[in-house]
């Protein structure tokens, strides 16, 4: 399995849109096309946002999004690791982890000190086990963490 940056890959850029718009968006009224269309600058300059792709050659495995803001409430935290994503078939084999890593070895790289992540409660286990710290609990119905990226 080879991650990286979906710039360097934009034919994952579609599938990866189904992915997230399916598992987040599809009650939210935001058509497919618009949230496909977030991914775009994804695709520019290699700043943030920015999207990372897990793959075995042409095989989607799993993506993270590294963006701005993923909790309006939460102006005030920046950049947020988002739309962590890993294929059905894929899952517990270190997926999510590896991008995650990747993720915030990126983020150093733009020099920033630390990133965010809110997640269901029922996720914050797994997030603790990969270092995160819980700052708050249940804003508007999810858990916000951080996490140094060095």
């Not at 987040?24 to 269309?37: I, K, N, Q």
């Not at 935290?77 to 084999?93: E, F, G, H, T």
């Not at 965010?116 to 997030?127: G, H, I």
Request: net charge negative.
């Amino acid at each position: 399995m080879r991650i990286s940056n979906l710039r360097h890959h934009p034919s994952f850029a579609d599938t990866i849109a189904h992915r997230g718009w399916n598992a987040w968006w599809t009650e939210s009224g935001v058509p497919l096309e618009d949230y496909r269309a977030h991914l775009d600058p994804m695709l520019g300059e290699d700043d943030i946002p920015f999207a990372l792709v897990a793959h075995e050659g042409d095989t989607y495995v799993g993506s993270v999004l590294v963006i701005d803001n993923d909790l309006d409430v939460r102006p005030n935290y920046a950049p947020w690791i988002a739309a962590l994503w890993v294929d059905p078939d894929y899952l517990k084999q270190g997926v999510a982890a590896a991008l995650i890593k990747d993720a915030r070895q990126h983020i150093a790289l733009l020099g920033r000190g630390t990133c965010y992540l809110c997640a269901t409660a029922d996720k914050r286990p797994y997030y603790l086990k990969q270092g995160f710290t819980l700052l708050e609990e249940d804003v508007t119905g999810l858990d916000v963490f951080s996490i140094e990226t060095r």
